[in-house]
């Protein structure tokens, strides 16, 4: 019982790809994606994609860690086991700032990793699309997209026929 | 080649003054396509192994079997086995973990800062400066790891990770070592995890190609580690909004980092430590030496694997010039010093200089000028610059020369402090130059095994710069 994935059609040029998202995406699809050896440059806005949330992870991911290395400092060095150093104050944020520093920019680090694996639903090691073996160019020199048969507005016959005007080659159908 | 310019229209105040329009440099020479950068790159793994590899990988191997034994020496008897002893108690090993943390910093500014000026050519060149920040880092944290002796006391609690100590006491956090621990082990983590981050997409076509090719296992290895890439434009996007916000991170970090290390000098009193140039000092040198060791390595990469298309004559230049720019900084550093040293009139500090230059160590002073203020300069000309050969012999002088300031400043400060009652003159132990000399078979064995088993270059990157990559066509 092969569940049908969605319809891929396969672009040579970037201009091609381009050009073929706008229609896409002014045709009104919701469920689809394109396939690409690397970003390809304005491509997001081809898409009507909106941007990409990530940098929230990273805000908190950096109030995180300046907190941290402050508290940990204030806890250990004024709190849990008052120390005399040089006769000053046993806190103050000066001394704490290199350290709170650091793991600004250490938490930042793992938030913004973490949220870009979260947001992209990584690691996904299985997916129709790492299947159908025309990909295999898709992280070479070829550029596909792909529209689900779980969209609203996908019809088998007239999503191709959109495809073939948006000058998409090889078009198929690919398994779930 | 601005992607931008068919996206908006042109300002109608560019019509009147008509600006020059300056040809951009191609990036990747003789045209070529994204197929053939895939199979340059891919084909440097998946070709057999060349005879060469083996022959560096045994003298590599063999080299830092000298590491190996030196350190194994030195915690069955003791620090005693390298040649500290009063009043210089901080040498070769603090000499070491600098010069090896300051290689490091090139891969980080050629992969964060240069990103976010937007220095395309950056892409030919970033993976493998970032693999050699990683393993310099690793060369670098054995020295202060090895230097306590006992070393199960730089990982037991109460020593340098923040944990109370058996009498409950903590870390004095006011301490620049302190701040060390976290600024070295944070760079060394964050590189990690940006290195891989760029990794991945590439991981993902090599993967392809292993299973289109029927190679089930290493299909499965690079798949794994390619987390079930797929590039999907919509994970493109949250993709290199990560690498963007790492790049504007790992930027003020790799800044921190040495300025943190300077701080374990600037802190202290020791006429010769105690100047406030250190910081912006120490940056400019760690990149002056990191850039050294990158063209060390590259350029022999780049002859073996007939790179020159990818790693054009455009790059080395760059490259050179950002050598000679960061070594003037130093080389005015010097003087700078020799300045306040002077016009500070503080008499410690003035004979801290004059001993540096004229003293029972200016061998080394003079080695380290030479290195580093001649040397870059010759950068200034063209020919010398398109000469590979030359600017190969010349980064290993930039090389040399930056261990020197490191010794330098180190042992020259500490030999000859306020008491002359407590002189004394260093010299290294032969434990402690085996142990130095192996790290660079570490660093050369894990290079070695990057190179066979990582794709060089950012395919993905590298395939974004070139002209067919422009949606709008124009190719500029």
């Known amino acids: 019982m092969n569940k049908t994935y969605g319809l891929v059609a396969a672009f040579d040029t970037t201009p091609e790809l381009y050009r073929a998202c706008e229609q896409v995406r002014d045709a009104g699809y919701s469920r689809w994606d394109t396939i690409t050896p690397f970003p390809v440059h304005g491509l997001d806005a081809a898409m009507g994609m909106r941007r990409s949330h990530v940098p929230r992870f990273s805000l908190v991911g950096g109030i995180t860690g300046f907190c941290t290395g402050m508290t940990l400092i204030w806890w250990a060095n004024a709190y849990e086991y008052p120390l005399v150093v040089g006769g000053k104050p046993y806190f103050s944020p000066m001394f704490a700032f290199p350290i709170s520093y650091e793991l600004t920019i250490l938490f930042t680090a793992f938030a913004t990793i973490a949220g870009m694996f979260l947001l992209n639903k990584l690691p996904m090691h299985y997916h129709p699309v790492l299947k159908a073996p025309q990909f295999v160019r898709a992280s070479d020199d070829r550029f596909f997209i792909v529209i689900e048969a779980t969209d609203p507005k996908f019809n088998p016959a007239q999503t191709r026929r959109l495809l073939e005007q948006a000058g998409g080659k090889d078009i198929a159908a690919i398994d779930e | ?476």
């Open chain 2, 1 to 476: 080649m601005s992607a931008h310019s068919s996206d908006h229209p042109a300002p109608a105040i560019l019509a009147e003054v008509k600006p020059a329009v300056l040809p951009r440099r191609v990036l990747v020479e003789n045209h070529r396509d994204f197929h053939w950068i895939t199979d340059k790159v891919c084909g440097i793994v998946e070709g057999q192994t060349p005879v060469w590899w083996w022959w560096c990988f045994g003298v590599a191997a063999f080299v830092a079997s000298f590491t190996v034994a030196g350190l194994t020496y030195l915690v069955a008897t003791g620090v005693g086995v390298w040649g500290h002893a009063n009043p210089v108690n901080w040498a070769w090993d603090i000499v070491n973990f600098v010069f090896w943390i300051g290689i490091g910093h090139a891969g980080t500014l050629i992969s964060a800062i240069l990103c976010l000026l937007r220095q395309k050519w950056r892409t030919s060149i970033n993976r493998p400066a970032e693999a050699m920040t990683i393993f310099a880092v690793v060369c670098a944290a054995i020295f202060p790891v090895f230097h306590v002796g006992r070393i199960w006391f730089a990982v037991l609690p109460g020593f340098l990770f923040p944990f109370p100590n058996a009498n409950g006491i903590w870390q004095n956090f006011r301490s620049p070592l302190e701040w060390d621990v976290f600024a070295v082990s944070t760079y060394g983590t964050v590189s990690v995890l940006f290195w891989y981050v760029g990794l991945i997409p590439d991981l993902g076509t090599m993967r392809d190609r292993f299973t289109a090719a029927g190679n089930v296992l290493r299909a499965r290895i690079y798949g794994f580690f390619a987390m079930g890439w797929r590039g999907s434009n919509r994970a493109w996007s949250n993709y290199e909004m990560a690498y963007l916000i790492l790049a504007g991170i790992a930027t003020p970090l790799v800044l921190s980092v040495h300025t943190v290390v300077s701080f374990d000098f600037a802190v202290a009193l020791i006429p010769g430590w105690h100047t406030t140039i250190f910081p912006p000092y120490f940056v400019a040198g760690a990149i002056f030496s990191g850039f050294g060791m990158v063209m060390t390595l590259m350029l022999p990469l780049r002859a073996i694997y007939r790179l020159e298309d990818v790693i054009t004559q455009y790059h080395i230049d760059c490259m050179c010039k950002i050598t000679l720019a960061t070594g003037t900084m130093v080389g005015y550093a010097y003087s700078m010093e020799f300045f306040i040293a002077w016009y500070g009139a503080n008499p410690y500090e003035g004979f801290a200089f004059i001993n540096r230059a004229f003293g029972v160590y200016a061998w080394s002073y003079w080695i380290m000028v030479t290195c580093n203020v001649i040397t870059p300069q010759f950068f200034w000309f063209k020919k010398v610059r398109e000469n590979t050969t030359l600017v190969w012999i010349l980064c290993i002088f930039v090389n040399v020369g930056m261990w020197f300031e490191r010794f330098v400043i180190i042992a020259t400060s500490l030999a000859r402090d306020f008491l002359p009652s407590s002189w004394g003159y260093y010299s290294p132990s032969i434990v402690e130059i085996f142990t130095f000399f192996g790290t660079f078979g570490v660093f050369s064995v894990l290079f070695l095994l990057f190179i066979r088993f990582v794709p060089l270059m950012p395919m993905s990157e590298i395939k974004a710069v070139i002209p067919q990559a422009d949606p709008h066509g124009s190719g500029h």
